[in-house]
């Protein structure tokens, strides 16, 4: 239980062009999504959380325009990176807290590779 | 600023050898993660610590949490080339609106035959 999916898996698109990354929970509905970035040999930073419905709120220092995030259902979340220049190119992961069981426990996605060229 | 930091950041270790890996936060929190990470990966949780004085074990590994000192501990027993990973912890913090879940640098795990 607990699964949560994203798509796609890998991305290669042209700089100034965007690109939308999919995040669904499977098997729960999900109270609210994360998403985070995380370059190569670093930690994971939150970018933004975000709840069914509502706006979502963002990190310190992220751009909140640019990176577009939108929760319409209790199992869907969207990132949409506008523009992208080859400093986005990284690795973007989702999770998902349930509406039952542990609330505090967050469910991690595969991740999304983004390479902007 | 909220701050937590893992010790060592890399850790290079024989097979059959034991080892703790540190993790230190600076603010309060009663609920602590931690995760493993393989190369091009995503997160595969571990543990889930909830209170002060939890302890969890599974295999190889045991994991800690002291809420009072702010610390918690991976401590890897007798260890194996499969437990190469990179190891997270992360805090839980509420943050004004919704709790989220803070990462340590991460402890670059290696080990040897």
């Known amino acids: 239980g607990a699964v949560v999916s994203q798509h796609p898996s890998w991305v290669i698109c042209k700089s100034g062009t965007s690109v939308k990354i999919e995040c669904r929970s499977l098997?729960?509905?999900?109270?609210?999504m994360f998403w985070y970035r995380q370059f190569p040999k670093q930690s994971l930073m939150l970018m933004a959380t975000s709840n069914e419905g509502s706006k979502a709120t963002y990190e310190q220092g992220v751009e909140k325009d640019k990176f577009l995030i939108n929760h319409a259902s209790l199992t869907l979340s969207t990132l949409t990176v506008t523009s992208a220049h080859p400093e986005d190119s990284s690795f973007y992961i989702c999770s998902a807290s349930s509406t039952s069981g542990n609330p505090y426990e967050q469910y991690f996605g595969p991740g999304t590779r983004l390479t902007v060229t | 600023e909220l701050k937590v930091e893992q010790n060592p950041l890399f850790l290079s270790m024989q097979e059959g050898k034991n080892y703790t890996i540190y993790c230190n936060y600076s603010?309060?929190?009663?609920?602590l993660y931690w995760y493993r990470q393989d190369p091009g990966k995503s997160l595969e949780s571990l543990f889930v610590l909830l209170s002060n004085g939890a302890v969890k074990q599974e295999g190889r590994l045991m994991a800690s949490l002291d809420t009072k000192a702010r610390l918690s501990t991976l401590h890897i027993t007798a260890a194996v080339h499969d437990l190469s990973a990179t190891y997270f912890c992360?805090?839980?913090?509420?943050?004004?609106?919704?709790?989220?879940?803070?990462f340590g640098t991460g402890t670059l795990l290696a080990v040897q035959p």
């Open positions: 098997d729960f509905q999900a109270t609210t």
């Open positions: 992360a805090v839980d913090f509420y943050g004004g609106a919704t709790n989220k879940l803070i």
């Open positions: 603010t309060t929190s009663d609920r």
